[in-house]
C-alpha cells in the first residue's frame, strides 16, 4: 500500500512540473486567473476535481 501511495504522489509531482517547465509564462498567467477568483468559485471547482478523481479511481479499479 505505501509503495502505491509514493508511486501516485510521484506521477503527481511529475505531471504537476510539465506546465511550469514547458510554459512557465502561462503557468504564471493562469495562476494569476486564479488568484482572482473568488472563494466560492474555487471551491466548486476544488470539489468537482476530487469528485472527477473518485469517479476516475472508480473506473480504474
Known amino acids: 500500500m505505501w509503495h502505491d501511495l509514493f508511486v501516485a504522489l510521484a506521477l ?3 505531471i ?4 511550469p517547465f514547458l510554459a512557465p509564462d502561462a503557468m504564471r498567467r493562469m495562476l ?3 488568484a482572482r477568483q473568488d ?3 474555487l471551491r466548486i471547482a476544488g470539489f468537482a476535481s476530487m469528485l ?3 469517479a476516475l479511481l472508480y ?3
Open 12 to 14: 503527481l509531482l511529475v
Open 16 to 19: 504537476e512540473g510539465v506546465m
Open 32 to 34: 494569476l486567473e486564479v
Open 39 to 41: 472563494t466560492r468559485s
Open 52 to 54: 472527477g478523481g473518485v
Open 59 to 61: 473506473l480504474i479499479n
